[in-house]
């Protein structure tokens, strides 16, 4: 007998009112008079969640039925965020989902707030990630994010006594309404163990890699929904279960304890994100999340594969694409050998041509203490049969190397063991072996990739480095977090940039328009009433929404100089008083962002800002002319907030360093002028928005490059700079919080200034003056703020990930 078929979903107001009212009785257990607002919240969930259901099953109808390439973006980071404002507007439902909530008195953007932040990533990496994932379900891409299940994210960061603590966050703690668990799409994960060799008479000898931990890795499922929902992609994150989740034998002997602790230890590896994000941790845990989705990823792949494709895996290259963000999925190229060679029975070779062809590699630093290696020991214990495989690759690639005639020093250079300081294994080296396109993140960055870390295999493989530069979504950072822009962008020149970001061109030439560009700034004035508010509940610190608001916003690092900002913050606050009769132009200076638990010097910058706000702000001779603000807890949710509001995005990075940055791409699409350095996408941005509407300074890579290798110390640029030293005297003369706390700040610029803040002092100080005189002409200032939202369509995800489909993964779009 045939199943009657659900109808599919209505999309009028009347319909979701009476559905939200069913979810709130019959899946939630309240009546609209006693319902909390959590209630309210869950119901209008699970009622836009069935819609997306409907799109998300026929899409993957479509998907068997089209057989098109896959494309699976393994990454141990998806910092997602909240997921309801995201589904409601790709659908289409904002108005009607309204007016179904005031049916019953319910205000959408108050429930929207309550949703928990998904902040399954640390920053850049894992935001990109969500960027693209959501971009590949908009362009049509048949595209798979895997990844991990944390149960608890990125910590949370509270501010006590001017200082940053961590605290643990419980993101799942209320149950997740956008999650479907898939207890029959799980695998076996191994660990330890020995490696035996099968001989059998007539076949070559086989390995048998005999684990002696396993576990299971447990598939939740999440819909990615795509602009208009033509396309609902899915987002695989594994969770670790014991295998038998209270090892019967044991509990039956008595020792239950023993039982359940072994279950525990299972469940430990999905149970905390890493906080580091430039500093590898070196656990042993760490190695395990990382094998633990990697191996899990590939077996879903690999069994998706054989069932779709009458069991021949010859073809899976032209049938899916596997992309590593970043080295964390490496150790899949010699798990993918392991699945070829010992478990499916394909030959070296051939398993090699496959694993090559499947695999692509996106670097997203140079850092050299943030690039991942592992103890040989540590790999061997855990991992003993993907070692001898590393091995084995390793062996080939050097002959290779030896064969195009490289020497020693070259060839010790692109070996998978550094055997510098103790044995260890580079991952780096690993997933560019095995992957046929390496691709760094802007121009500048791959380039720099080719001359620096992956020198000697860009000499050796030429053809396999590419660069595509980094995007981010419309969608989220446009149309959701700035809906007062969007209006007036849509009132000016239609609704068709919402299809086709590059459409927002058209309102480059309203920037000459009064009418337009007033409009603009109300909006903007409007976002920053927004945030004002939100500073002063959450701080109690109130400021001037007509103030310029200079903001900087990201994980804290030096690279990324926070300290010269707030260098230049002192260094303008003393200029205030002893210069009173100078037009200063009135300024917030916006700060937040979290520092690695363990990097003490980024959390010394923290410390800094927090103190420094303290005492600017409560000095009255200043009171108008000069805020600074460190909001807490920096996460998505306040990046939607802040990107809107600002009017002056700083990307200061020391030149060479920044990958490439996103939020530099998120400010300037909603209107913010750049002060910053030609670094990473900020040159591309010059070249996009133009030299007049972006404001460049400081050292080029090449000079920081050679400055550091002359060793330069500040001391000379200091003692020659009265307000620079003057700055750096009341920070470690106890102006700010007890005289010595930041000596060793202040210290390093005297000695080797590694991060070139006493070299760019000058240049970076000059440069906000230049921004202090536009700010007076505020027409002028409109008109560049105008021609940066113009201009930026360039750095939608939607434009990276076609450049990924067509030249790395060729996969189609519009599928
Ligand atoms: C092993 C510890 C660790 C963890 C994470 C090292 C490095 C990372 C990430 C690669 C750091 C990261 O997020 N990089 C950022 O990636 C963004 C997306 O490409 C770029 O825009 C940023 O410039 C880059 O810092």
Redesign the pocket.
Known sequence: VAAPKPTPRRNDSASLAKEIAEKLTYAIGKDPATARRHDWLEAVTLAVRDRIVDHWLASNSRNVQSGAKRVCYLS??FLIGRLLRDAIINLGLSEAVRDALSAYDVDIDLLETLEPDAAL????????AACFAESMASVGIQGFGYGIRYVHGFFRQEIVGGEQVELPENWLAHGNPWEFERRERSFEIGFGGKVTTIEEAGKPPRQVWRPAERILAVAYDTPVVGWKGTRVNTLRLWSAQALDPILLDAFNSGDHIGALLEANRAQSITQVL?P??????GQEL?LRQEFFFSSASLQDIIRHHLKRNGGDLSTLPDKVSIQLN???PAVSVAEMMRLLVDVHGLGWDESWDITKRVFSY????L?PE???TWPVNLFERLLPRQMQIIYAINAQIIREATQKGLDGAKVSAISLIDEGSGRRVRMGSLAFVGSHAING??AL?TELMKKTVFNQFHELYPERIQNKT?GVTPRRWLLECNPGLTDLVTEAIGPGFKDDITKISGIDKLADDAGFREKFMAVKLANKQRLAKTIEERLAITVDPTAMFDVQVK?I?EYKRQFLNLVETVALYDQIRSHPEIAWQPRVKIFAGKAAPSYANAKQIIHLANDVARVINADPSVQNLLKVVFLPNYNVSLAELIMPAADLSEQI?TAG???????NMKFALNGALTIGTLD??NVEMLEHIGEDNIFIFGLTAAEVAARRAEGQSGREIIDASPILKGALDSISHGVFGEPGRYNNLVDNLYGNDWWMIAADFEAYWQTQRRLDALWQDSDAWGTKAVRNTARMAWFSSDRSIREYAKDIWDAPTSV
């Open positions: 141990m980071e990533g640390n920053g850049g990496l894992g935001r990109l890493y580091a994000d430039s500093h590898l941790a760490r970043d080295t964390h996106t670097n997203h630093t850092l943030a690039l991942e993140v802007s960055h980094n994980r690092h990075s360093l920044e990958a490439s940055g996103t939020g990473g996408a």
